[in-house]
Nanobody, 121 residues
Framework: QVQLVESGGGLVQTGGSLRVSCAAS????????MGWFRQAPGKERELVAAVTRSGDSTTYADFVKGRFTISRDNRKNTVYMQMNSLKPEDTAAYYC??????????????WGQGTQVTVST
């Protein structure tokens, strides 16, 4: 099975940018649909963005459209999410996830441990 490790989180001011990365091992990510989720304290985990195996199709939550961009480099076995124009409400733990199914939404099979993103006012 695939193992996922997130990195790149941190503290940033409102309006700033961060890029989070998800490095996979154990299997090539070209076999998986990949997604980024987030969970804020006291809230449910929610899908932020997802990308198909080839990278030719993506989906985004309405609250990040136009600000976040998901991408993948199957040769490097890594998935990225560029986050621009960050807002305090983007503060959350961000998780990388993988699934066998080609459908971008729905449940995912494998999860990383998460990376914290904190946006200060």
């Amino acid at each position: 099975q695939v193992q996922l490790v997130e990195s790149g989180g941190g503290l940033v001011q409102t309006g700033g940018s961060l890029r989070v990365s998800c490095a996979a091992s154990g299997r090539t990510i070209s076999m998986y649909t990949m997604g980024w989720f987030r969970q804020a304290p006291g809230k449910e985990r929610e899908l932020v963005a997802a990308v198909t195996r080839s990278g030719d199709s993506t989906t985004y939550a309405d609250f990040v459209k136009g600000r976040f961009t998901i991408s993948r480099d199957n040769r490097k076995n890594t998935v990225y999410m560029q986050m621009n124009s960050l807002k305090p409400e983007d503060t959350a733990a961000y998780y990388c996830a993988a699934k066998w199914s080609p459908f971008l939404r729905g449940s995912y099979d494998y999860w990383g441990q998460g990376t914290q993103v904190t946006v200060s006012t």
